[in-house]
């Protein structure tokens, strides 16, 4: 059989499997949903970008509507190798939906909860190893959260501290752009892992923590993709850790003007 024949029935294959799983009644917290992601970081000058992203969770790969994500921030490039930021969150989550409509009141089914959040954070970045060629990123950030349920709001501050590490495999040298997008003439697959901490600043100090690994391609200075694992585990309720696929895009226009 061809070899091309082969790789799309495997494709083919992996598709109706994963497809399969969202068809079947599963403990919603602890089945294997997914986190589908977009951001953006587009540099205005030298010191100053604007971030934004949206992120839609979901309980089940392809089905039931977990969170919406939207976040944005200003950020102020201090240093090649630190960035301060303060931006806004906004998070709205749903129940996961049941047969069993009668558990929940007519108005309150299916939306949950909606979150306000403002934060302030700063990365700081180093590279080490053969060439320089692994990245090292450390993220502090505080936020300040205004969560409302059940018609009451609750505020609450948090902490987090984000350890990512990227590391080369493949390096491909191409000949120069004349499209525009670009800024550089290599592309990179690269290995990415992370470990992040959240720490309750008004409760019961651990919150969860966060390790995610995953697989890149950076197609250039602008536009990377990442696929990978996430495990979160809930310090105040271990019932409710769960497994997530995560598929995001990053885009890092540069609209400085060119000399």
């Known amino acids: 059989m061809d070899l091309r024949v082969k790789k799309i029935i495997l494709l083919l294959s992996l598709f109706v499997s994963i497809k399969g799983m969202a068809q079947i009644p599963v403990d919603y917290e602890h089945s294997a949903g997914a986190w589908y992601m977009l951001f953006t970081q587009s540099r205005v000058s030298d010191r100053l970008s604007i971030h934004a992203e949206a992120q839609h969770r979901l309980f089940l790969p392809f089905d ?18 630190l960035m301060l930021s303060g931006g806004y969150g ?16 007519a108005n309150e089914y299916r939306f949950y909860t909606y979150e306000n959040r403002i934060y302030q954070q700063a990365v700081l970045k180093n590279k080490i190893g053969k060439n320089k060629g692994i990245v090292v990123s450390h993220r502090y950030r505080l936020e300040q ?26 390096t491909i040298t191409k000949s120069p752009s004349t499209s525009g997008l670009t800024t550089g003439n290599t592309s990179q697959l690269y290995y990415s892992f992370y470990d992040e901490v959240f720490l309750n600043i008004n409760a ?18 602008e536009v990377t993709v990442k696929a990978g694992y996430l495990y ?26 060119k000399g």
């Open 145 to 170: 959260r205004w969560v409302t349920a059940n018609n009451a709001t609750n505020f609450s501050g948090r902490a987090r501290y984000f350890l990512q590490v990227d590391v080369p495999i493949l």
């Open 232 to 257: 979160n585990f809930i310090g105040s309720n271990p019932g409710f850790n769960y497994h997530r696929f995560q598929f995001g895009v990053w885009l890092k226009p540069d609209f400085r003007k």
């Open 64 to 81: 039931q509507r977990n969170q919406l994500l939207l976040r944005t921030a200003l950020n102020y490039h201090a240093q090649p190798d």
């Open 90 to 105: 906004f998070i709205q989550g749903w129940r996961y939906e049941t047969d069993e409509l009668s558990v929940y009141p």
């Open 204 to 221: 019961s100090p651990f919150s969860q923590n966060r390790f995610f690994h995953a697989l890149a391609y950076k197609f250039n200075p």
